[in-house]
């Protein structure tokens, strides 16, 4: 297996910083030019659909590290005590909204459907 290290003695002699594998069992070498630095060797792009992202699990009301709210109203049982957190939403996961969750039937909405 090939680890990253850098060619100190390249560095003292010329100056040049060069990205260099090597493997720590037979020590073979292996100079990265800026040709493979330039391509990837895996990307992994995720696409979530809005139902995957709604997804909370049963006992996140129990969680004490969430911050709960006592001023919201919960459209399904009237209750109003929830938690809440912070989540993406729309395609771009640029744009976050508060996901609130109620502590009395689990019911869940967004802060966007409050207004």
Do not use: I
């Not at 073979?28 to 990307?43: D, F, G, I, Q, R």
């Not at 005590?81 to 689990?106: K, N």
């Amino acid at each position: 297996m090939l680890y990253p290290v850098e060619d100190h003695a390249l560095r003292r002699q010329t100056g040049q910083r060069k990205l260099t594998f090597v493997c720590r069992t037979c020590g073979n070498k292996e100079v990265m030019s800026p040709e493979t630095l330039a391509k990837p060797v895996y990307k992994n792009v995720v696409t979530h659909t809005e139902k995957e992202k709604m997804v909370t699990t049963m006992n996140v009301t129990m969680d004490p590290t969430l911050s709960r709210t006592y001023n919201v109203r919960c459209t399904k049982c009237d209750a109003h005590e929830a938690v809440y957190f912070q989540c993406p939403t729309g395609r771009s996961d640029s744009a976050l909204v508060l996901q609130y969750v109620c502590v009395v039937c689990q019911h869940t909405w967004l802060s966007s459907d409050q207004e």
